[in-house]
């Protein structure tokens, strides 16, 4: 046997033996190259397609097509000329959820007047009361602590530079105003303290008090708030039956600690 010849037989055989392991690692690192390379463009698609918005100013039509019925694009909703993204609450603002009519527009009026169709999806306020207005104001306070704020909407809250209007601001006074009164009303109203009350179908309605008689008496400062008149059932002691403006129940005894209504 040739011993130079199986020498560099077996010499070449250690090279072969010594690139194995790189044949081995070589497939292994394009297989995750290629893993890495798709992950890369999958994340980069979801990324692009969820990237959150930065807020700018929104053009009415520009806001319709984000309503949910696209699943490529965030559900997005108006409040008082704000913009949020709320695909977070999918479920409830995607179509088939309680609040998908809200989506894609501004229907501010909506959130106060329960109706749901036609002319009241609009973000007008026209007649509602300061109460009401500054219900909706907590809505909106709502909206930006929970969801993303991103943008304003031109129009009737909003001008093209995004400083408010004569309009926003005058819905903004009235329900500070109203925030403001209700308080009263709450503090004024503490010192008396309201009547118990319960109904049901089969029985009617009751009113009765623990301490006192029960009256009905005018809430005065309802008709700034509200602009209608309105009562509240009271219980009144007895020296205070005196008072003026007191209503006894109909059909209710004068000394009688519940009244049927």
């Not at 394009?30 to 698609?45: D, F, N, P, Q, T």
């Not at 026209?126 to 500054?134: C, F, K, P, R, T």
């Not at 306070?141 to 704020?149: Q, T």
Request: hydrophobic share 30%.
């Amino acid at each position: 046997m040739d011993r130079s010849r199986f020498g560099r037989e077996e010499e070449d055989e250690k090279i072969d033996r010594s690139k194995e392991p790189q044949r081995r690692i070589f497939p292994s690192l394009i297989g995750l190259s290629i893993l890495v390379a798709v992950g890369s463009v999958l994340l980069l698609r979801f990324a692009s397609s969820r990237t959150p918005f930065q807020p700018r100013m929104w053009a009415v039509e520009e806001l319709a097509p984000y309503n949910g019925t696209d699943e490529n694009l965030p559900i997005l909703l108006g409040i008082l000329g704000s913009v949020f993204d709320v695909t977070n609450g999918k479920s409830h603002y995607g179509p088939g959820g309680g609040y998908h009519h809200f989506s894609g527009r501004d229907a501010s009026r909506a959130f106060v007047s329960g109706n749901f169709t036609g002319d009241e999806l609009t973000d007008s306020l026209q007649g509602l009361s300061s109460v009401e207005m500054n219900s909706i104001v907590d809505w909106r306070k709502f909206y930006f602590e929970r969801y993303i704020f991103v943008g304003k909407l031109v129009g009737r809250y909003y001008d093209k530079e995004g400083n408010p209007t004569k309009y926003l601001k005058g819905i903004e006074a009235k329900a500070k105003r109203a925030a403001q009164l209700q308080e009263k009303q709450k503090v004024e109203e503490a010192k008396i303290p309201s009547c118990n009350s319960k109904w049901s179908q089969q029985d009617g309605g009751e009113v009765w008090c623990d301490v006192g008689y029960p009256r009905l008496v005018q809430r005065p400062l309802e008709m700034a708030l509200t602009g209608r008149r309105s009562k509240r059932c009271a219980c009144f002691r007895e020296e205070e039956l005196s008072l003026p403006n007191l209503e006894v129940y109909r059909g209710c005894d004068f000394r009688s600690t519940s009244c049927s209504v």
